[in-house]
């Protein structure tokens, strides 16, 4: 286990997810690469070794610049998905959330478990007040995971995001620094 890792429980950590692990990304995207990009790019922007490096540079120099930040999720050692901030602005204090699991991995609350550490550290460490989340429309696992953290569904962008050729309705819920702190603090959204 790294020093930098955080544990969710069974068997499971969260930890960095950097350019130097791209063939162990790779590998994993490819375990799962049509669930993965059923309503994400991710497995599209990755397709080999040296495109996976580029991918995890970009999020590196994303950190570097404080404008996103990507952690992987490991079962049992094994990465088998990730969660992220698209997009940070420490300046307005708001970020966008997403994630990623391959099936292997699905239905255990890990991404709950992983997003719940992440927006901990963005509102308590980072000062963010509001952190977001966008999902396809028929994500139902991604949407019933907004739900569980316990934010509220703000609307639809109708048809605004084209993947694979096809428009998608795109989902905004969002969860401010106040009302996490008071969803934290009484134990919803659990």
């Known amino acids: 286990m790294s020093v930098f890792s955080r544990s969710l429980g069974d068997g499971a950590e969260l930890g960095p997810l950097e350019p130097w692990q791209a063939e162990e990304y790779l590998a994993h ?7 993965i990009g059923r309503f994400i790019p991710l497995p599209d922007v990755a397709p080999d070794v040296p495109s996976a490096r580029a991918f995890l540079q970009a999020y590196a120099d994303k950190t570097a610049a404080d404008t996103g930040r990507i952690w992987g999720i490991r079962q049992d050692g094994t990465l088998v998905g990730g969660v992220l901030f698209r997009t940070m602005d420490p300046a307005a204090g708001t970020c966008e959330a997403g994630c990623w699991l391959e099936p292997a991995a699905v239905g255990r609350g890990l991404v709950t478990r992983a997003a719940r550490v992440i927006i901990d550290w963005a509102v308590d460490v980072r000062g963010m007040h509001r952190v977001e989340w966008q999902v396809a429309s028929g994500n139902t696992a991604s949407v019933n995971v907004a739900r569980r953290l316990g934010m509220t569904r ?6 605004s995001r084209v993947h694979r050729g096809v428009r998608l309705d795109i989902e905004v819920w969002s969860v401010l620094a106040p009302e996490w702190r008071a969803l934290r603090a009484g134990g919803a959204g659990a």
Do not use: A, M
């Open 29 to 35: 995207l490819d375990r799962g690469r049509e669930h």
């Open 154 to 159: 703000e609307g639809v962008l109708r048809e």
